[in-house]
């Protein structure tokens, strides 16, 4: 997204940038600044409000901290060739209109889910090219519903989350090609296929035509999506084909041809793993655990306190597994110590071994829990160094860097990093095979199973014989996610993790659900993300998710809630992202949000609220980790009610908690009429209007126009009377018709029309 000369010619307007002293060097014309190629450090720190392109690309910028304010008007943000290698989590918070990002040619390893949660929701297009993603999880791109295009080309991908794009309804071009993709996910398409999908790239991926494939038969096969597919792949360029030896280059849409010649599925086979050892506390580990099969095996590592580590974790800190299967433990501590199983897992079997870990003396580290790792504090751990003018992280930061030839090299601040304990391989282990599975008999009916995934999305119309699941299934105990979207569950059941405690991921939006019982989630304590998104639930009660203690994500979009009671999260002592969005919520009672240290979004947008309750905004705010409550799309009355708020929202006092939590800057008034499109950090609260008993608001221009109006209505009712016992007088009191005769017609027409209403809502 290099910057065109055409938009550095300023005409009627030019843009000084000669008061800004950061910006020496930059080119600044019309309302764009060019800061490229000038070897920055780092991102300067104030610039003109009136800008709305900046080109920084071609630096050698390694952080982006969070971009100043003057930045609000932002459209273009060029970002791309530099060095960068993490984002602070409220970077782009301020850009409310920024539309294009490009962050290609950069060293992002990956990007935390809240990265694009605040801000900005009104992207358009993402280039993230170039870059050494690894994975890409399921919330990153949840909140950006206006992307038109992602590139996410020339990475190290190995894995992309099947929903990761559900909710990107406008997407038109996807661009996964040049990663390291074996498995092909209809899912990654079937939610958009048919909004404003139009391009696809999918090339240079070693896609795998192995017996897993025929879990995406239907979809490879179905003539129409078959046309639609191809027809995205030709306009971005671009082809789906087969890598493996002896099919190499055929078209995995002729399915006459694959579906008799799938590769053969062969369970996995451990083929060596770190010798144990002992280990100095305070050093750094780095395990490795070989393994071949078809399809290829995901690693995944048990620790000795139960804790499963996988590529994709981001819950631990200090721990990383590579998707070649090593596992990196930096800062090793004496709760370390132990067995640690290896588990290499395909959609046909399991295999486990296991080394054993000793560690000697102790360090800093030893009283510290991984489990208490903080996203957002070791984000802020980047301060600016004055000699060298650029931000240096505080803590190692450690990534793996390909060597070429399938060899992987551990690099530090850039540079190739040895200093870590690596055990010899052992090829002559014991293995433990107890985790073996059949896929055939493990998997639940009408799903798709992968390694610790198990997939019975859009069951209705998946597999032969096309049934719809009304229940959840009983997993067995390597099963960690379950998705259930599309099916017809109408009920979740008290001791709902009985049966599959080690469950972590859970899914179930589009079903029936309308009832939750009290103990449901009792034995969940593993479960970190829980969705419930389009369902017709009508009401949450106090402790319903109690067991839920270790959720972080708990999404309730698109139901029918109209309260948040008091209590109802009580228990939910992990829980950072909740999302109540679509809903019919007009009421949130003074203790909803009691107890939720770690909450940092509470998402309310798209509901029925008319003001702001003191109680709960206070009770919410207590908690020190709150960040943001999104209310947008709810009709505020700014009358009498916003009173409290006055010394939180004027823009005196834009450094309060509350102020930084709602951000009035962006709220708008939809009433009284005068305030109309005002927002709440610049009305008069010392002259709002009156709220009645009734709840409506009312000031002196309200009651003199009321009873102008009332006036006017008497006498034309008193007309129209008049002129009604006239003609019926005339007519006789049997002739004509009665006020039960017309209530009792009206009724009538009034319930069928209602009946329609809500049977048409309800389809």
Known sequence: MKLSASLLIGNAYSLSCSNYPDLHGCSCYNTVVDCSGLKLKSIPRSFPREITRLDLSDNEINYVNELPDELEDLIDLNLSNNQIREIHFDAFDGLDNLENLNLA?????????DIFQWNPVHLKTLDLSHNKFEFIQHFVFYDLTEIQEINLSHNDLFFVHPHAFDELKRLRTIN???????EFKSKWFTSILDDNLQEVMLDENPWSCDCDLANEKNFLSNPTIKNMMKT???????HLECTDAGKKGHDMFDWNYLENNLTPCTPPKITGISKSSTV????????KCLAEGTPKPKIEWKAPNSDVYRLQSEDFEGITVHQDGALLIEDLRKADAGTYHCVATNSVGSMEASTKITVTGSSSFDDEDRDDYEEDELDREWNWDKNNQKWKPNQDDYEWVDGGEGKWNLEKDGEKFNDYHLPEVDSTFETHNQYDVDSDTDCPADCECSGSTVDCSDAENAGDSGNALTRLPNLKTHYTHLDMTMNKVNELEKGLCRNMRQIRELKVDSNRIDKIEKGTFSDCDDLRILTMRDNRLEELTPQMFKGLSNVQILVIDHNYLKTIP???FEGMDN??????????????????FYGLKKLKFIHLEDNKLDHLDMDWVKEAVNNPKLERIFIDGNNLVCDTRLKPFKEHFEKSKRNTNIYNVFQPSELKCSSPPELIGMTLNTINYNNLVVVSEAGTSGGSGYMFGGIFLGAVLAILGFIGWRQWNRRNSMKGGYGGYSYTDISTQGDSEHRALTSNQDSEAFI
């Open 566 to 568: 008091s209590y109802a």
């Open 280 to 287: 100095e506390s305070g050093k750094m580990l780095l395990l």
């Open 575 to 592: 829980l950072e992202y909740l999302y109540l969005k679509n809903n019919k919520i007009d009421k949130i009672e003074s203790q909803a």
């Open 105 to 113: 040619y950069n060293e992002l390893n990956e990007i935390e889910d």
């Open 232 to 238: 995205f792949l030709q306009r971005g360029e671009s």
């Open 176 to 182: 996964l090609s040049n990663n390291k993709l074996t």
